[in-house]
C-alpha cells in the first residue's frame, strides 16, 4: 500500500529512516554470523530433559529407536509410534527394562485421522509433547518408472506430508508455553539429488522446506524458546539402507548410529538449526550452489553418488515399516 508522505515528515527523514533500518539489519546479520562462527567453538550447556515428553515417530527401529532410547536414558518420558507394533513394543519395553519411561502407540503415518486419533490420545495418556521428532521414514529405492502411483504417494504420506500433522497436533502446545523443540529427521538426498531415489529424495526436500518455513514462522510468532533442528545425514547404518556402500568411504562414510544419535543429540542441545553429517556434505552444498551442474555432476560421479544406490537390497525389514 503506497502512503502519502505525511506533511510533517520530510522525504530526507524518510529516506534517514530507511537507511537506519538498513545498517541496523545488516548490523544484525554481520553479528548473528560472528555469534554463529563463535558458538561453534564453545562448549554447550546441556539441557535438562527429565521434565520433557519426546514424541519419536518411527520408533521401532533404526534411528527412531536409536533416538528414543537415548532421551530415556536421561531421563525424558519417551512418546513411541510406529506401524510395527510388534518392534515399537519391543523397544519400549527394552527402555523400561533398562529403567526409562517409555508409552507405545501403533500409528500409521501414511494416515492422518489415525494421526490425529493418536496424537489426542498421547494428550489424554502422556501429556503435551514438548519435543517432536518427525523420524518416520520409508524408501523404495526404485527408479521412478518403476514406481507405482500409491507407493509414490505413501512415501510422500510418510516421509513429508505426516510432519503437517504432527506439527498441527502438538506443535501449538510448544508456542503457548513458548517452549518446545521439533526435530525433523531429513536426509542429505534432501539437499542433493540422487538417481533410484527421486521419489524419496522429493519428500526430504519437502521435509527441509517444511522445517525451513516452520523456523521462519516460529520466529515471526515471536517464539524464541520453541526450537527447530533438521537433520541431513548421508546413510547410516542402521538397515534402512541395506547393501549400500559408499566408494570413498574415508571421505563419506557410511555413518554409525551411536554416531549419528550423539551429533543430534549436540544439536538438540546447542538448539542447531541445520544438522549435516558427515561434514563434507557442508562443502557439497557450498559447491553445488556455485559450480556449474555439469561440474556438480562430474563431482558426484567421482565420489560415487550416481551408483550408490546399485547395491541397494532394500528395506531389511518390511517397507511397510515406518
Ligand atoms: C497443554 O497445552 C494446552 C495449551 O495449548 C494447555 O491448555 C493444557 O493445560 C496443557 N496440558 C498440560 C497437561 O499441560
Ligand atoms: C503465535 O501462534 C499462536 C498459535 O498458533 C497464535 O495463537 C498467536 O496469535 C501467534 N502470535 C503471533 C504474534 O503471530
Ligand atoms: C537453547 O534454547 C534454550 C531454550 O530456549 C535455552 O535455554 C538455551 O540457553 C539455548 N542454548 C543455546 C546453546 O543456545
Redesign the pocket.
Known amino acids: 500500500m503506497a502512503t502519502r508522505p505525511n506533511r510533517n515528515r520530510s522525504s530526507a527523514q524518510h529516506i534517514g529512516s530507511i537507511l537506519t533500518a538498513t545498517l541496523g539489519g545488516i548490523a544484525q546479520f554481520i553479528w548473528l554470523t560472528l555469534v554463529g562462527i563463535v558458538s561453534v567453538f564453545m562448549p554447550v550447556q546441556k539441557k535438562n530433559v527429565k521434565n520433557e515428553i519426546v514424541l519419536v515417530t518411527g520408533a521401532g527401529s533404526g534411528i527412531g529407536a536409536a533416538m528414543a532410547k537415548r532421551f530415556a536414558s536421561l531421563g525424558a518420558l519417551v512418546v513411541l509410534w510406529d506401524i510395527n507394533s510388534e518392534t515399537n513394543n519391543r523397544v519400549c519395553e527394552e527402555i523400561k527394562a533398562e529403567g526409562g519411561r517409555a508409552i507405545a502407540f501403533t500409528c500409521d503415518l501414511s494416515n492422518k485421522e489415525e494421526i490425529y486419533q493418536t496424537a489426542a490420545r498421547v494428550k489424554r495418556d502422556a501429556g503435551n509433547v514438548t519435543v517432536l521428532i518427525n523420524n518416520a521414514g520409508i524408501i523404495t529405492g526404485k527408479k521412478i518408472y518403476e514406481l507405482s502411483d500409491e507407493m509414490i504417494e505413501k512415501t510422500f504420506s510418510v516421509n513429508t506430508i505426516a510432519h503437517f500433522w504432527t506439527i498441527k497436533a502438538f506443535?501449538?502446545d510448544m508456542?503457548?508455553k513458548n517452549h518446545g523443540h521439533i526435530i525433523t529427521i531429513a536426509s542429505g538426498a534432501g539437499l542433493f539429488g540422487v538417481p533410484g531415489m527421486v521419489d524419496y529424495c522429493s519428500s526430504k526436500f519437502g521435509a527441509i522446506g517444511t522445517h525451513s518455513s516452520l523456523t521462519l514462522?516460529?520466529e515471526?510468532?515471536?517464539?524464541t524458546g520453541v526450537h527447530t533442528t533438521v537433520v541431513c545425514p548421508f546413510f547410516i547404518d542402521t538397515g534402512m539402507f541395506d547393501g549400500v556402500r559408499s566408494k570413498v568411504p574415508h571421505l563419506l562414510p557410511i555413518l554409525k548410529t551411536d554416531y549419528a544419535v550423539d551429533k543430534i543429540m549436540g544439536a538438540y542441545h546447542s538448539n542447531q538449526s541445520m544438522l549435516l553429517m558427515p561434514r563434507i556434505l557442508y562443502l557439497f552444498l557450498v559447491m553445488q550452489s556455485i559450480f556449474p551442474v555439469k561440474a556438480s555432476i562430474a563431482a558426484a560421479r567421482l565420489f560415487g553418488i550416481t551408483t550408490v544406490l546399485d547395491g541397494f537390497k532394500g528395506p531389511r525389514e518390511t517397507r511397510k515399516k515406518e
Open positions: 506443535v501449538p508456542i503457548s514462522e516460529l515471526a510468532n515471536g517464539s
